[in-house]
């Protein structure tokens, strides 16, 4: 019913920036929050941030002051900003749309399928 598409990982250098993409399609009503998780191996998910429909952000720790989440409640995407980027950034980037459905009050949880983002000279 709802398709997250992400876009935008790959390969760069330590203290370099890329910029995640996240678009959401489907039988959309509304988005709540949205936000941005990442997945090293052998690592459980983590958080990196989140974002409400108002624009009330949340950051994990190790990424306060370098990342930036932002969101386009129109297009119904979110971006991640990375700057100042380290090795252990390294990891799978997943992308979550908590989104009421079309027709059904309900709150429903979806993912992306992932971008993986390597740091690395």
């Known amino acids: 019913q709802v398709q997250l598409v992400e876009s935008g990982g790959g390969l760069v250098q330590p203290g370099g920036s890329l910029r995640l993409s996240c678009a959401a399609s489907?039988?959309?009503?509304?988005?709540?929050?949205m936000g941005w998780y990442r997945q090293a191996p052998g690592k459980q998910r983590e958080l990196v941030a989140a974002?409400?429909?108002?624009?009330?952000?949340n950051y994990a720790d190790s990424v306060k002051g370098r990342f930036t989440i932002s969101r386009d409640n129109a297009k119904n995407t979110v971006y991640l900003q990375m700057n100042s980027l380290k090795p252990e950034d390294t990891a799978v980037y997943y992308c979550?749309?908590?989104?009421?459905?079309?027709?059904?009050?309900?709150?429903?949880?979806?993912w992306g399928q992932g971008t993986q983002v390597t740091v690395s000279s």
């Open positions: 979550n749309a908590v989104v009421v459905i079309l027709g059904d009050k309900g709150l429903y949880d979806y």
């Open positions: 489907g039988s959309i009503f509304s988005i709540n929050a």
């Open positions: 974002i409400t429909s108002g624009g009330r952000t």
